[in-house]
Structures are given as C-alpha cells and as structure tokens.
C-alpha cells in the first residue's frame, strides 16, 4: 500500500471516529438499526449504552419502529388456591405454584430462573406484571417483587391490616435517571353488604413502607374480590358491583396521583351478543384511552372509554358517578371468525377473550380449549401462539391466564446485564396479511 492510500484510509478512520463520537450523528445512525442489534451495541462502550438507554433515544426510537414490548409468555393462576380456606382445595405438588407457559427463548430463560434458584417457592402465586417486573405472593399477607433481568427479589415488609377479601393494583413509576419504582395497592373487599368507603393499604418503593387510607364515594359500591386492576396512565381501575337486585356491573376509578381519597363509578357498557358473558377484559388503547371487551359463547364486542372532556378530572369532583361515555368499536361472531379461518376447522368452536396487548387496539388474545391465539381484529384471521409448558396440568375453566410482557428497551439501571433478544415464533399458519406484531 503507497503512502497516499496508507494516508487517506487514516483520514477516514478519522472521520468515522469524529463522527461516532458526535452524539446527534450517533442517534442518527442507531435509529435505523434492527431492535435486537441495537440492544447488543449497549456493549460497546459507556457513552454507547449511555446513549441507547437515554429516554430520548428510546422514546425516538419508538415513534419509528411502535414496539414497546415483547411478549415473553402466559402467566397461569388458578383461582381455587387464593386465600384457600383451610378444607379447601390443595394445590397438586406435581402442579406448580408459579406457572409461566413461555412463547420465546428469553421466556424460557425466565422460567428457568424461577425453577433453578428456588425462587418459585418465595414468589408463591402470580399476582400482576408491569413494565416487567412481577408481583407475587399468598394472600393476604405475603408479597413480593422479583425483577427477572436483575434477577434481584425484593420481599415486601407485612401489611399492618388483615383483609379477608381483597383486590390488588400494581403501578410502576419512572423518576429521575430512569430508576423504576413502583406501588403496591391492597383494597379491602365487602362482599356482604355494600358501602361508600374502602379500606385501602398502599406499599411504595421509595419509602419502603405500607400506609393506610379510607376511600370514599357518594354511593354505594363492592368491590370484586381477587381481582387485580387495570393501570393507565396512573390511574387505577378496579371492578365492582352496585345494587342487591339488579346488580350493576362497573368499574371504581381511583388516581392516586391527585392527592385525594375518592373513588368515582363508571357502568359498564350492555352487549348485545354478549349480553351473557363469561370473560371481561381491560387494557389500553393505541390512543392511550381505556378499552374493555366481553365475549360469551355467540361472540365478543368492544368498546372505548372517551377522553375526559374537561380540564378537572371527574375524579377530583364529588360525582359518584363518572359523566364519561363509552363508545362501541367493535363486534365479532365467533361463527364467522372460524369460517374466515378454515385451517382452525379442528379446533374447538368455543372460544373467550383472552386479554388486550400492551398500547394496542388492532389485535387481541383469545383462547379456544388450551389453544392461545392471535386475533386481528379487522380482518378476523388468527394466529396460533406457540408455547412451551405443562398445559395439560392447567384447570382452564378456573385459571386466569395473563400474558406476560417486558419492555423493549433497557433501561439505565439494568444495562449492565447481557442484552436479551427474542422472535415472534412460527405458528404454520403464515399469511399475507396481516402484518402481525414482531415480537
């Protein structure tokens, strides 16, 4: 190599190292990159990883690709097991305590963790999820958050009440320097009688302690026992029931961000082909709204809470009831879902939803006998979820099934770990259209 070539490839060894250490140019390069090899690049350096975990990049990066999260598996909690009373049912030991049906390697991985470590017999139940985090225990007094990147398992101190019935609430927090943190919420249920308060115990991360507060509202209400609440945008929504006779399905709205202690009301929505339902959900929409779906054996319908209008939340007011609409979105008969989907003739024709995905209103989890599936909503084609785990142990009338998300992008904190990667898996069924989620 002449002189003249030696000198001009040290020029542009140069200026790629001018370039890569300029950060507005480094974003540009890193933004069209593939997800995974982003993830593995955080190796590269500490400004890399600096860069990479920063909320700027992340929340560009996500205006580009939409994929916030990667589905890691199904949670399976039998509900014949919570608070047990003492001639109830045993759990089989050839059953596990904390079921995780996983969808991926890094699932697997997951699983894997709670099995080797003994970490399973600490955690006991499944309760929630969120952001990845998993909130476990054996009601009513032990409780526990384990981090399955970090691997570190944080044993909440006991509660300072007893609650024979209860429904719980898990939101997590980002403060400052991308730390997460998160709340643990303990309601009291009554179950005999209705009444305008609620007993509530909140646990906090940052304090490291429970403390006690008294809900009110100005009607009656019960809350539904064994329930865990729908988090959106900090606020909590838990299910509940008005009236003795004609019982009124709703839902109790309480935002602990306020600063307040009141609980508003919020009817649920009538079907008309699921007017006898089985199975309700709640989730978030794409727009960031509520949506709530119901299916019975004839079909399933949705629908999407609207936007509060006014500037003060109806939260903050003291209306028992919520002056918010629900506006219907959609309505599937199952009949029709099946002849859309000929290869699925074998399978049972009964079918439930299942649960929404994270931020996401195109599609929706169902389940047809030990079968999980992916629904495109409009077009109606299905998608077979391929699992690994005991599923044959699995009491499926009396489980609820909940899928089981991580965030799809490391945070500061947990970047030191090794940068996982996981795939949507082949179902066999491969179509066109439409163009399912790249998990």
């Avoid at 140069?14 to 690049?41: G, M, Q, W, Y």
């Avoid at 006991?124 to 958050?145: K, Q």
């Avoid at 996981?422 to 066999?428: F, H, K, Q």
Wanted: positive net charge.
């Amino acid at each position: 190599m002449s002189r003249q070539e030696k000198k001009k490839e040290k020029m542009l060894e140069s200026d790629v190292h001018a370039a890569l250490t300029c950060d507005d140019i480094l974003n540009e390069i890193l933004l069209r990159l593939p997800e995974k090899f982003v993830f593995r690049l955080i190796l590269v350096s500490k400004r890399w990883l600096r860069v990479i975990c920063s909320s700027s990049f992340r929340s560009d990066y996500h205006a580009r690709c939409r994929v916030n999260f990667h589905l890691l598996g199904f949670f399976v909690c039998n509900q014949l097991y919570l608070c047990r009373p003492k001639d109830g049912m045993r759990r089989p030991k050839s059953e596990p305590a904390l079921q995780l049906l996983t969808a991926c390697e890094e699932g697997d991985d997951v699983c894997n963790d709670l099995m080797s470590s003994g970490n399973c017999k600490q955690l006991g139940y499944f309760i929630d999820s969120a952001n990845g985090l998993l909130l476990c225990g054996r009601h009513p007094l032990t409780y526990s958050v384990w981090n399955p990147i970090s691997k570190v398992l944080f044993q909440l101190p006991q509660p300072q009440r007893f609650y024979k019935r209860l429904c719980m609430a898990f939101i997590t927090e980002d403060y400052f320097n991308d730390i997460l943190h998160y709340k643990v919420i303990r309601a009291n249920c009554e179950c005999k009688r209705e009444v305008n308060t609620v007993s509530i115990e909140n646990f906090s991360s940052v304090t490291g302690t429970w403390k006690h507060f008294t809900l009110t509202c100005s009607s009656n209400f019960s809350l539904r026992p064994w329930t865990v609440a729908t988090v959106i945008n900090g606020v909590v929504y838990w299910y509940a029931t008005q009236g003795k006779i004609a019982i009124k399905e709703s839902l109790a709205i309480y935002d602990p961000r306020v600063g307040n202690t009141r609980i508003v009301l919020l009817k649920l929505p009538d079907g008309k082909i699921s007017q006898d339902y089985d199975e309700f959900v709640l989730g978030e929409s794409s727009d960031g709204l509520l949506q709530y779906g119901q299916s019975s054996k004839s079909g399933m319908e949705i629908w999407v809470l609207e936007k509060e209008q006014d500037s003060i939340s109806s939260i903050t007011t003291s209306n028992a009831q919520s002056n918010r609409k629900w506006n219907f979105r959609y309505r599937l008969s199952f009949k029709s879902m099946w002849k859309k989907n000929p290869s699925f003739c074998r399978q049972t024709k009964e079918a439930q939803i299942l649960s929404f995905l994270p931020h996401n209103s195109e599609y929706v989890f169902i389940r047809s006998g030990q079968n999980i599936l992916l629904l495109h909503i409009e077009s109606q084609l299905l998608k077979v979820i391929r699992y690994h785990g005991p599923s044959s142990l699995i009491q499926w009338d009396f489980s609820k099934v909940v899928p089981y998300f991580r965030p799809s992008w490391p945070r500061s904190s947990l970047c030191h770990e090794k940068a996982a990667t996981s795939s949507w898996p082949s179902s066999g069924h491969e179509t066109a259209a439409p163009a399912w989620p790249s998990w």
